[in-house]
């Protein structure tokens, strides 16, 4: 028997209306959208969800909810170019050696040539590459990146894919 308070700490995957995994939410934020009309089950699923009580109510929450409209979906912005973010992206490895070690930030086309503070002209270099790069493109300093720098994905598509990878791993 798990405690009110672990329950409610679960969470719910929810799914656009048309079906794509967008995120996950706690069961308190999904009885929120199934009791206001803007979530529903989704069927198909082996789908043993959770029995939420309170005094006077039992309420069934599934483990897979489905947005009814189209009003949720929030405007994402690109997020800001700094560290953590494009450490987290390069997979903290040097884009020009494979180095996990010292690492800093390169602008591919250097600043002093034009070169924006952009997700497609920021990477992660290690120190040593990133001196011996120095004030060069990585064509005049023929250091090709292994890898072409890119803005990270919607959230949305990024919890899809990783959700259907975990369906993909039960499955085996
Ligand atoms: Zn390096």
Not at 40 to 64: C, I, K, M
Request: aromatic share 6%; glycine share 4%; proline share 9%.
């Amino acid at each position: 028997m798990t405690s009110i308070t672990q329950t409610l700490n679960q969470s719910v995957v929810v799914f656009s209306q048309n079906y794509l995994p967008m995120s996950r939410v706690n069961i308190k934020r999904a009885i929120v959208l199934l009791t206001t009309g803007k979530a529903e089950p989704v069927n198909g699923f082996t789908d043993l969800g959770w029995q939420v009580r309170s005094p006077n109510l039992v309420f069934y929450v599934p483990a897979h909810i489905r947005l009814t409209t189209h009003q949720l979906e929030r405007i994402w912005k690109v997020p800001p170019v700094n560290r953590r973010e494009v450490l987290r992206r390069d997979k903290h490895t040097c884009q020009y050696c494979g180095s996990p070690q010292k690492l800093t930030l390169d602008h591919v086309i250097p600043r002093s040539k034009g070169g924006k503070h952009s997700w497609d002209n920021v990477v992660t270099a290690c120190a040593p590459c990133n001196a011996k790069k120095g004030d060069r493109t990585p064509k005049q300093a023929r250091m090709p990146l292994r890898t072409k720098p890119k803005a990270p994905p919607h959230p949305a598509v990024a919890f899809a894919e990783q959700f259907w990878r975990e369906q993909q791993a039960n499955l085996e």
